[in-house]
């Protein structure tokens, strides 16, 4: 069991819903827009449910903002974090520290601009749930055409298709986004491959 799980099991349902009024209160002081205020609040009860009580809310309260105001489609927004914790008035290396935290323990992904300011996907998100069923789906049927025809597309080749797809016709992202799409898109479908291919040879080694 991870320490991620032991946590969910013992964090008392109403510290999430205190720290979830705490942060509401939080963000009608700073006059948050109430789109990216209920965005934010569901990070904050996902976090917590999952990793316990923050030592220092406010910072925390502000990380969570920081990343739904930096939805790629939010593009080609120009505020960074020190601009971002002055308007909040915190210190940046705490907001800082809480993003990174959010982002590893929530698993965000990053894209980065073409000035690298970061902007963040939600592995819970429309996009990431959409860039995974495109991967999964092209990667499954790839790998059958493979068994079938004896030959490989390479991952390079597919991401290509796939981020074509995704850019040119589902317009999932905005254009600045697509190299970074697809490296994201690769490492996916590296990954889809190794799971498939094993569980390939878990069966065929089995029968």
């Not at 590893?104 to 069923?133: C, H, M, R, W």
């Not at 190299?179 to 491959?193: C, M, T, Y």
Request: hydrophobic share 40%.
């Amino acid at each position: 069991m991870s320490r991620s799980d032991d946590v969910s099991l013992v964090v008392n349902p109403q510290i999430v819903v205190n720290l979830v009024m705490d942060a509401h209160e939080f963000f009608s002081e700073h006059k948050v827009d109430e789109r990216y205020e209920s965005m934010a609040l569901d990070l904050v009860r996902r976090y917590v449910s999952q990793e316990g009580m923050p030592r220092d809310v406010d910072p925390f309260f502000g990380a969570a903002l920081f990343l739904v105001t930096r939805h790629p489609w939010s593009h080609p927004n120009p505020l960074t974090k020190t601009e971002f914790s002055a308007k909040l008035r915190m210190k940046e290396s705490s907001l800082d520290w809480y993003t990174e935290s959010i982002v590893e323990k929530l698993g965000f992904a990053i894209l980065y601009d073409k000035s690298q300011l970061p902007f963040y996907v939600d592995s819970q998100g429309t996009i990431a749930s959409v860039v995974n069923s495109v991967v999964r789906t092209s990667v499954g049927e790839e790998v059958v055409r493979s068994i079938v025809r004896g030959s490989v597309v390479s991952p390079n080749a597919l991401a290509e298709r796939i981020v074509d797809s995704l850019c040119s016709v589902v317009k999932i992202l905005p254009p600045a986004f697509e190299q970074e799409l697809h490296n994201l898109v690769q490492r996916k479908i590296e990954d889809e491959s190794k799971r498939l291919l094993t569980e390939l040879g878990g069966r065929s080694t089995s029968t």
